[in-house]
């Protein structure tokens, strides 16, 4: 029987497509090495260095299934200062996240730099910008691969929680990266540099919008701001 015809790529969706598959060709080779090693100790520390490269071929696997469902929208690059998924990368993952969880309340954390304005008029905006770039390094090394991180705005940073837990569950996160984001070495930024952030959680009921559980979030986060910030707070 003669091999059916290949299909025609759909050229709305070759840029979605090929950024799947470029991340999954940055993934093979950490795979390999993690295969290559027998010391359990060491597939530890190879599979701590995975998150980074599975996070960015589920973004990417993320944005794949939101644009063959709507018109096509404006390439986006993620944030160019910290390497995260942008608002509109945001959204696309959490309505990938909605159809794959219909039925389930999912949990949204809104992060956010307590002072940065602080650092810039005491250092500069470029020690701010360092600043935001390693809590989005804290970021990634506190999230599991499923989890979708973005930088929403400035200094607020949004974690997806990629799968259904309970409100105690993501309050625990939310406090595990508090003191990530505290307790990270902040004298390497900046000698008597000490950043704090404070964080608000929601739940995403089924059937919300994105916008509706993060004002819910970003509620808690301003009571958590009142309240003398470094802390977090939840929101119903």
């Known amino acids: 029987m003669a091999a059916p015809a290949p299909i025609p790529p759909d050229t709305a969706l070759a840029p979605a497509l090929d950024e799947v598959l470029a991340a999954c060709a940055a993934l093979a080779p950490r795979l390999a090495g993690l295969q290559a090693?027998?010391?359990?100790?060491?597939?530890?520390?190879?599979?701590?260095?995975?998150?980074?490269?599975?996070?960015?071929?589920?973004?990417?696997?993320?944005?794949?299934?939101?644009?063959?469902?709507?018109?096509?929208?404006a390439e986006g690059s993620g944030d160019a200062l910290t390497g995260?998924?942008?608002?509109?990368e945001l959204d696309a993952a959490g309505a990938a996240l909605g159809r794959q969880y219909p039925d389930t309340p999912l949990m949204v954390l809104a992060a956010d730099v307590d002072h940065l304005r602080h650092v810039n008029d005491a250092w500069s905006p470029a020690v701010g910008d360092a600043v935001l770039q390693a809590v989005a390094g804290v970021l990634r090394a506190q999230s599991r691969p499923q989890d979708v991180l973005a930088r929403a705005d400035g200094s607020l940073f949004v974690v997806a929680l990629g799968g259904p837990v309970s409100t105690t569950r993501a309050l625990l996160v939310a406090e595990r990266l508090r003191a990530a984001i505290e307790g990270h070495a902040w004298d390497g930024v900046q000698a008597g540099l000490r950043v704090t952030a404070s964080i608000g959680v929601a739940a995403r009921a089924p059937g919300e919008s994105l916008d509706e559980a993060l004002a819910r979030a970003g509620a808690a986060l301003q009571e958590c701001k009142r309240a003398g910030r470094n802390q977090v707070r939840a929101r119903a």
């Open 84 to 88: 995260l998924a942008d608002r509109a």
């Open 37 to 73: 090693h027998a010391d359990p100790v060491v597939q530890r520390q190879c599979l701590q260095g995975l998150s980074p490269a599975l996070h960015a071929v589920l973004l990417a696997l993320a944005r794949l299934e939101a644009e063959g469902a709507l018109p096509a929208r």
